[in-house]
């Protein structure tokens, strides 16, 4: 069990997830703060220390701590910045108001997310996170045994960018905890891979639905030099577009790892024979990227 230093004060913010730290400084940290900071995400799954206001080189330093770090694969950065970290400047609108787990069309998404509140709005602008190892856990028993052996199809669509895809178990096993986690999210997953179009639908409606149950979530209300850490693994997170002014944050992500189920998918996908030009735009896309991946002829 890791030893907290005593003079950190750890506050839990929501019965399914999230913590505040305050005490640690992010700017000057040694190897027994970060195995206490990474026990105290894998036990609240997102956490917030507030009044840290790093500088730019000790936020990226900071991230290095947990593991290499990758720039965002679509969106573009600021070009006086290092491409380790990321800024999104938002006003009026421009923020990610759907639930999603970060860069799921990746076939190894980001592992965890550094979030630098720089600037924010007085009133709005919130956040939410849901714990998806709650949402599983609160299937019933057939819903589960469903879903553990299921596969979904994930593409960069909101990012303009459909070509780019992944296939990932509905439900993951987190490689520390091996706790089971609902793996699909509103903004990134477009299909079941063993399912026909309409009940595909149908499931990913509920089940993307299902994680914004609010027993499940924890919502923060920012202030500037705030740092969140958030682990992808386990989370989906929302913005709430409620705000008028500025939003400026600044987050460097850590490279992801496989992502694994617990068990191999039950059934083969269902793709409709000889019929690709009158399907969905979501059965072609499914098709071509399992015959890249060789699971089709």
């Known amino acids: 069990m890791t030893t907290l230093p005593k003079e950190w004060q750890i506050k839990k913010l929501a019965g399914a997830l999230g913590a505040e730290i305050t005490g640690p400084d992010i700017s000057n940290v040694n190897e027994k703060d970060i195995d206490a900071l990474k026990a105290l995400l894998i036990e609240h799954l997102v956490i917030f220390l507030p009044d840290q206001s790093p500088t730019v080189q000790a936020h990226i330093d900071f991230g290095r701590h947990f593991g290499k770090l990758e720039g965002h694969p679509n969106l573009s950065g600021d070009s006086d910045l290092p491409p380790e970290l990321f800024q999104l400047t938002a006003s ?5 108001d759907e639930w999603h787990t970060d860069l799921t069309f990746q076939e190894q998404p980001a592992l965890m997310s550094i979030l630098h509140m720089m600037k924010c709005p ?64 509103e903004h990134f997953t477009r299909r079941i891979v063993e399912m026909n179009a309409t009940e595909s639908d149908a499931l990913l409606g509920y089940l993307t639905n299902w994680v914004s149950n609010p027993r499940f979530t924890v919502r923060y209300t920012w202030q500037p030099g ?14 709430l577009n409620d705000f008028v002014g500025e939003r400026i944050i600044q987050r460097v992500t850590i490279v992801g790892d496989q992502v694994d189920g617990p068990e191999a998918p039950r059934w083969e996908p269902w793709i409709r024979d000889g019929r690709l030009s009158a399907t969905s735009r979501h059965d072609r896309q499914l098709y071509m990227h399992l015959k890249v991946a060789g699971r089709i002829a």
Request: charged share 20%; aromatic share 8%.
């Open 122 to 185: 007085e009133t709005g602008g919130d956040t939410m996170w849901t714990s998806l190892y709650a949402a599983y856990d609160e299937l019933s028993e057939p819903m589960k045994n469903l879903c553990d052996g299921l596969t979904a199809l994930h593409d960069a669509l909101p990012h303009n960018h459909p070509e780019q895809t992944s296939i990932h178990p509905v439900v993951r096993v987190h490689p520390v905890t091996r706790r089971k986690a609902l793996y699909v999210n």
């Open 226 to 239: 705030t740092i969140c850490i958030w682990d992808n693994r386990c989370t989906q997170h929302f913005v």
């Open 92 to 96: 009026q609108g421009g923020v990610a």
